[in-house]
């Protein structure tokens, strides 16, 4: 049986299967809509999970009664990607303890073997191969775990779905994963002060930072007996596609290919974090600043790869439509990017839309999006709205 959170849930779901919310209490029938009350009564009760071994059914959007088969393929994708949620959420935190793990193994000059970062990869692969868009998920997830860690988990979730889109195999993708998921195993040999220091660093200081993809290579080669194409993501993820990078200054496809998809998946994930000097990006807006900025620094064919994957505007984007209020895009038709499938969440007098409401731009000529906006500005947390 599959456990989905009650807050997941959302009035008029339905199941092919009956939903239990245990052995002797049925919540709904096989086919039959989840209805407000349900909810209602299951929050009253304290009840955070149902069971069921159903798929879900599509949920149809307020008004809007009849979809074109692409859409309705979208509108269940998406229902399907939010029942990943809690998955991701638990692989994401695994694969996070393993790297702490590893990193301490690391510091303390103890071998480690690789198994259960191996694990940690065949668990995100698994996960992206079910559904691509599961990355979304990554925006909102509270951490409590260091931030190097994190950092290195995300990095593997966009390097693995490069990868993915580069038709690699299983044994490929895992060596990728197992780089990246050491990214910067050489950091952990670099003084604390430096790591967490918030004001500019000195020459001296920056250029210690500097030599921690050697000494990430040898440490994982040393004692994790690493195979060469992984550690060399380490060597190499801060090498750049014009040469201007570091440490060796290597230029093009003199660089490892695992360590172009590292540096892209690595500076991307980078742009999302909060910083000192900066609050964290929004999503679009980090994409933006890559393609501007990754012209030189990166492989343009596998940066083009990447960017086809977040698309134009990704799934979760929050956008101001000319009419009807703001809202959160779920889904788009392939070859119509700029037009697509939008849950409504507050009208244009900021009131919450209370039943579901979506729109889909390819069907109604008059309403398009206006601009993106970001969490704040808009008031939408979109781990909420998911
Ligand atoms: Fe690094």
Redesign the pocket.
Known sequence: MKRILVSELQPGMRFTKPVYIDKNNMLAGANVSIKDTDLKRLNKWGIKEVETDGDLILVKGGQHHEHSQEVETILDNYNKLILLKERLVDIHDNACKTVIKTHTAIRNNRIFPTTELEKAADDIFSLIYENQNVFLFLYGIEHHHDAVAVHSVNTTFYAMLIGMNMKYTKAKMKDLALGTLM??S??VQIPAYIMHKESELTDREYNQIKT??IL?YQVLKKLGNYPETSALV?MQ??EQFDGKGYPRGLKGTEISEYARIASIA?NYEALLEKRSYRDKQFFYHAMKQLVSSGSQKFDPVILRIFISILSIYPIGSIVELNKRGIGIVIGSVPNKPMRPIIKLVVDQDGNRFRDLEIVNLLDDNDLYIVRTINEEESGIKISDEL
């Open positions: 990214i910067n050489g950091m921690h993809p990430g380490s993820h801060h690595d």
